[in-house]
């Protein structure tokens, strides 16, 4: 299915789960189809293929956000303590039935040789073409012109889910008090808005799994990290053309 008929879809059996099953339905999912089994859902793609690989796709490219929050993932650093999990719950007093960021794992496949596990921190990735708010039909979600956060007005929000059915990372629920969807904003109206410092997830994380910061600056880690070292930076479904602001580094 290609993102633009999603805004004419329905959510594939989940939405007549309550909060709790849809979660666990969501999770059950990504973990059967998606990163670490060759699925489509989240597979990881090298920055250099996605830009010479999908015809006008870029993973990086030229936005007047400044600064542009960017966050790059250290994979193999993680080392699943759920810390980053705990720490977004209480900057941004998430519900015990929502996540904003959530760790898949894997610990081998069938017939193959037992292996280390590995971990994947997965979030919103602040697309720079975010198709949930393409589909939302009253601008609820948008993308802030300064900084390239994709962020919620829940004042704005109907709970009709097109966003959750549109996003191509499962990074939204609706958070049943406020009744609107909600999900990662890289802490911005939790602490960046008021200069507290970095994500919760970020200053939490005990391993230096997680990056943040500037990548329009030249001096900024992330900026260094994808524009000019020579380790290989993936990005998530480079093929919908996205252009994700959140990248892996899996070395």
Same mark, same amino acid.
């Not at 596990?117 to 979600?141: E, G, K, Y």
């Not at 008090?177 to 994380?205: I, N």
């Given at each position: 299915?290609?993102?633009?008929?999603?805004?004419?879809?329905?959510?594939?059996?989940?939405?007549?789960?309550?909060?709790?099953?849809?979660?666990?339905?969501?999770?059950?999912?990504?973990?059967?189809?998606?990163?670490?089994?060759?699925?489509?859902?989240?597979?990881?793609?090298?920055?250099?293929?996605?830009?010479?690989?999908?015809?006008?796709?870029?993973?990086?490219?030229?936005?007047?956000?400044?600064?542009?929050?960017?966050?790059?993932?250290?994979? #193999?650093? =993680?080392? !699943?303590?759920? +810390? =980053?999990?705990?720490?977004?719950?209480?900057?941004?007093?998430?519900?015990?039935?929502?996540? +904003?960021?959530?760790?898949?794992?894997?610990?081998?496949?069938?017939?193959?040789?037992?292996?280390?596990?590995?971990?994947? &921190?997965?979030?919103?990735?602040?697309? #720079?073409? &975010? &198709?949930?708010?393409?589909? =939302?039909?009253? +601008?609820?979600?948008?993308? !802030?012109?300064?900084?390239?956060?994709?962020?919620?007005?829940?004042?704005?929000?109907?709970?009709? +889910?097109?966003?959750?059915?549109?996003?191509?990372? #499962?990074?939204?629920?609706?958070?049943?008090?406020?009744?609107?969807?909600?999900?990662?904003?890289?802490?911005?109206?939790?602490?960046?808005?008021?200069?507290?410092?970095?994500?919760?997830?970020?200053?939490? =994380?005990?391993?230096?799994?997680?990056?943040?910061? !500037?990548?329009? !600056?030249?001096?900024?880690?992330?900026?260094?990290?994808?524009?000019?070292?020579?380790?290989?930076?993936?990005?998530?479904?480079?093929?919908?053309?996205?252009?994700? #602001?959140?990248?892996?580094?899996?070395?």
């Amino acid at each position: 299915m290609k993102i633009p008929e999603l805004k004419d879809s329905d959510n594939e059996g989940a939405l007549g789960l309550d909060s709790r099953a849809r979660r666990a339905f969501l999770l059950c999912g990504l973990k059967v189809t998606g990163i670490f089994l060759g699925g489509s859902i989240l597979s990881l793609v090298a920055v250099s293929e996605a830009v010479s690989g999908v015809e006008g796709i870029g993973a990086v490219g030229t936005f007047p956000y400044k600064p542009h929050y960017s966050m790059i993932i250290w994979q #193999n650093r =993680c080392i !699943d303590c759920e +810390r =980053c999990m705990e720490a977004c719950v209480q900057a941004n007093a998430v519900p015990d039935y929502g996540y +904003r960021i959530k760790v898949m794992s894997r610990k081998g496949q069938p017939g193959a040789a037992m292996k280390d596990p590995v971990f994947m &921190p997965i979030l919103c990735n602040q697309c #720079n073409r &975010p &198709p949930c708010a393409r589909v =939302c039909p009253t +601008r609820a979600t948008y993308k !802030d012109k300064k900084t390239g956060i994709v962020l919620m007005n829940d004042s704005l929000c109907i709970g009709c +889910r097109a966003c959750m059915t549109a996003c191509p990372y #499962n990074a939204r629920y609706i958070n049943e008090v406020r009744r609107a969807a909600d999900k990662c904003d890289f802490c911005y109206k939790a602490r960046l808005a008021s200069a507290k410092g970095v994500p919760a997830c970020v200053e939490t =994380c005990p391993a230096g799994a997680l990056v943040f910061g !500037d990548l329009a !600056d030249s001096s900024s880690e992330v900026h260094q990290l994808v524009y000019l070292s020579k380790k290989t930076v993936w990005v998530l479904r480079p093929e919908l053309g996205t252009l994700p #602001n959140v990248f892996y580094i899996k070395e």
